[in-house]
């Protein structure tokens, strides 16, 4: 019965290649969201998306694609990924825009 | 655009002292979030603070918010070993995002 998951929690890959990270939240919540923390814990918000339209859309490269089949799930594709993007992911929703956020439990993602 | 800064970023303290985390943001904000992070682990929420003057507690961990000064505090009383952790200040930004802090990382030692 976790609020929000995520899959998988650890992710290493070569530069290059393409992954996928998934998000499911089961609180009934509009809103979804995809944050990156690099490895000093700074945290900062990517991409938003409320009832399945996104919303927020950081300066973020192209290569980062979110998707949303409905208003549960959000997932995040990376293609031809670089040392950089080497960090933690986080997916969280809330009730709506911006309220109270609730986080899943992150996906380690390791580009070698 | 909307900056907020903690101080102190890192904070090393005994069980059983008071401290304070600072939280100043840069410009208008209604509302101000409180969040834990455990290494390796999500965030978790702590406190909501709506409106100026607003005191949250909740056992030795109090917030509070002044919004004329564009200020909220997180005051630990009586430290213990299990409030260990990375302390997030965050607000919204323009009621659409929330701009994070750049963290607080609290050690405390028996």
């Known amino acids: 019965d976790t609020a929000v998951s995520q899959t998988p929690k650890y992710l290493v890959t070569q530069m290059g290649n393409d992954k996928s990270i998934k998000c499911e939240q089961n609180l009934g919540h509009d809103t979804m969201y995809w944050y990156k923390q690099d490895s000093k814990k700074f945290l900062k918000i990517m991409f938003s998306y409320n009832n399945k339209e996104l919303i927020i859309n950081e300066t973020v490269p192209n290569r980062f694609s979110p998707k949303s089949p409905d208003k549960a799930h959000l997932n995040l594709h990376i293609n031809s990924l670089e040392l950089g993007d080497s960090a933690v992911y986080f997916c969280a929703s809330s009730p709506d825009a911006v309220r109270e956020q609730f986080f899943g439990p992150g996906t380690r993602l390791t580009v070698l | 655009e909307l900056k907020v800064e903690q101080n102190p970023l890192f904070l090393s303290m005994q069980e059983g002292k008071n401290y304070t985390i600072y939280c100043n943001y840069s410009t208008t904000s209604d509302r101000l979030y409180w969040y834990r992070q455990d290494p390796g682990k999500s965030l978790e929420s702590l406190f909501v603070?709506?409106?100026?003057?607003a005191v949250k507690q909740e056992r030795r961990l109090m917030a509070s918010l002044d919004t004329k000064a564009r200020l909220s505090t997180l005051h630990i009383t009586a430290a213990v070993h299990d409030l260990s952790a990375t302390y997030f200040c965050t607000c919204e930004e323009g009621a659409q995002k929330l701009v994070f802090g750049q963290g607080t990382r609290l050690t405390i030692n028996p």
């Open positions: 603070l709506l409106s100026n003057g």
